[in-house]
């Protein structure tokens, strides 16, 4: 075996200004989902975005739970269900 090249120097920088310094990532953003034990309860039919602030949060409450704001249809027209936070 032989190198493929003859290294000239090696030099470990130390002090590296402030604009030779690599940009630190940004945080991580947080997850859309509530954090916490969730459950999706059967809620009946919802109709709209305005039902569903009506029927989630009495669901919720019958279910010792907090409605996190998210539901949909399971089928069309007959059953919604609301996430529900524990």
Do not use: H
Request: aromatic letters at 6%.
């Amino acid at each position: 075996m032989s190198d493929l090249y003859q290294i000239q120097s090696a030099s470990r920088r130390r002090g590296a200004s402030p604009s030779q310094r690599p940009t630190p990532r940004p945080a991580p953003r947080p997850s859309p989902r509530p954090s916490g034990n969730t459950r999706d309860v059967n809620a009946g039919p919802i109709w709209s975005r305005e039902d569903a602030k009506t029927k989630c949060p009495v669901v919720a409450a019958s279910q010792g739970g907090q409605w996190t704001g998210e539901w949909r249809t399971t089928v069309q027209g007959k059953m919604s269900v609301c996430e529900i936070r524990f």
